[in-house]
């Protein structure tokens, strides 16, 4: 699925829906296009650098379902369709966790903002200050 930095991303959607009779044969439809985007909103600039989205169906002690699934790094946003209504038999949750950082790096071309950035971990960090000359370049 697109993620929510247009083409060139890339988003995971959960489709749970819920009050689905399967005591006989039935189809179900999934419609992406009322998908949400499920995201948090911090106090300052972030980078997502990781989530965890859970999901839980039960209906007795002994009656429930789980799933928890961890979007790979390439993930740039979570997107849910809404239940339609709410849950009269038993019980639905639905929750995200995110691992946000403080942007380690920042840029801007003209009026665009690029904040989409990851950082690749294990890797040598950039030395503060000007980059050191190229090879064969005078200064």
Known sequence: MTGAHGPHS?????PAVTGIDLGRDRTAVFDARKARQVRSVPPRPSTADGARVDL?????????????RW???????????????????????????????????????????????????AATPLPRGAPPPRRGVRR
Not at 10 to 14: A, D, P, R, S, V
Not at 81 to 91: A, D, I, K, S
């Open 56 to 68: 839980y169906r039960g209906f007795a002690d002994d009656d429930w379902s789980a799933s928890a």
């Open 10 to 14: 890339l988003g995971q959607g959960l």
């Open 71 to 121: 979007p790979d790094a390439s993930t740039d946003s979570v997107w849910a369709l809404p239940t339609g209504r709410r849950v009269t038999e038993g019980e639905f949750v639905f929750g995200t966790r995110w691992r946000l950082n403080q942007p380690a790096l920042t840029v801007h071309s003209g009026d665009q903002d690029f904040d989409d950035l990851r950082v690749e971990r």
